[in-house]
């Protein structure tokens, strides 16, 4: 036995009752506080030739009874005028709640591009559908992140999996294989399973970055540089590359997280590509309402037309930059979706001598 569900009235039908409510009950308030009174009035009417002094007697007004029934009347006909101008207001408001109810209906994982543009006039209606247009831009980031991610993934990862594979068949088919040659091969395993570890830790970066920003907290990007600066120093020297940096209060507003990733991505992708006593430098700045972090190295000759390859994922250009194990041609591109997730500009300068000056400018007040 199936319960029966109660009858559902939609919300244009509640509105335009309780609108014509108030314009019905505005109609009996002028018949009581206006009418009523009206009707206890006595008119003056004048006995012979008018004169100032002359004397007057008073005569009936209005009589009750028909004042009461010519605003019964009234009243009567108002019902249905008043339903009439309820339903037609309660439609105009609702008008922008249709529109958010289909095009949020129409969206879905494939089509989230969408969005309502609203508009104006500026009201609640369309501050839902603004607020309802963020999560979208939200989603979509979500969405588009996690199917990069798994590009991605199965992409990188498909050659180093199956050169682990083909390296333990190899060992285990060789029957004159000793104690050292199978330590040999577990040394090798163990360095491939470190490099796809750190390979899908830098994915998650940029999947994480590409996802967007979730928290906005207060930060001073000296602070943060001069922290990722400490732990890269040694990293630094053992290249022979002079890491330094200049560093002013630059406070801006954003993810510490996603910030630091792209502090480290860019003073890793200076030292990494870079060369024998070379150098990197990194300022913090202020302009105006702008914090600017700048990171500018020495290195290969890099040509113009090719910057915008290097925050492409997995994309590497000269020679000397193939030969790095630890590379995965992640860095640049995680700076820029961290970049563009905290609405901040990106400006990269090939330099003549050789190298890169990227220089990342924030809003202090995003």
Request: glycine share 8%.
């Amino acid at each position: 036995m199936t319960s029966r569900q109660p009858a559902r009235r939609s919300l244009q039908t509640r509105l335009a009752l309780a609108y014509a409510a108030g314009i019905y009950a505005a109609g009996v308030l002028v018949v009581v506080f206006v009418d009523v009174p009206l009707a206890s009035i006595e008119a003056t009417v004048p006995q012979g030739r008018p004169s100032p002094s002359a004397i007057t007697e008073t005569g009936p007004g209005i009589s009750l009874p028909q004042l009461l029934i010519g605003s019964a009347a009234a009243l009567v006909v108002l019902i249905p005028v008043a339903l009439a101008l309820g339903w037609y207001v309660a439609g105009r408001f609702l008008h922008p709640l249709r529109a958010i109810t289909a095009t949020a209906q129409s969206i879905s994982a494939g089509n989230l591009h969408r969005r309502l543009d609203l508009g104006r006039p500026a009201d609640e209606l369309t501050e839902l559908g603004h607020t309802l247009d963020d999560l979208f831009a939200r989603l979509e980031a979500s969405f588009d992140a996690q199917r990069h991610f798994v590009a991605n993934a199965s992409h990188e990862l498909r050659t180093p999996l199956a050169g682990l594979r083909t390296l333990l068949e190899v060992a285990l088919a060789d029957p004159d294989a000793d104690a050292g040659t199978l330590r040999s091969v577990c040394q090798e395993a163990l360095a491939l399973g470190g490099h796809q570890e750190r390979l899908v830790q830098a994915l998650l970066a940029l999947a994480s970055s590409e996802r967007g920003v979730t928290r906005w907290d207060t930060l001073d990007l000296a602070h943060v540089v001069e922290g990722v600066l400490a732990s890269r120093r040694g990293q630094a020297a053992r290249r022979g590359v002079d890491l330094t940096g200049h560093l002013t209060p630059a406070v801006t507003a954003g993810d510490p997280g996603l910030i630091e990733s792209l502090v480290a991505n860019l003073i890793d992708n200076a030292v990494r590509h870079n060369h024998a006593d070379g150098h990197v430098q990194v300022t913090t700045r202020t302009s105006g309402t702008q914090a600017i972090l700048t990171v500018t190295n020495s290195g290969p000759v890099i040509p113009g037309d090719q910057l915008q390859r290097l925050f492409q994922p997995f994309q590497r250009l000269a020679p000397e930059r193939h030969g790095h194990r630890d590379g995965y041609g992640l860095g640049l591109a995680i700076v820029n979706a961290v970049t563009q997730a905290h609405h901040a500009t990106l400006t990269t300068r090939a330099r003549h001598e050789g190298g890169l000056s990227i220089t990342v400018r924030f809003a202090s007040h995003p």
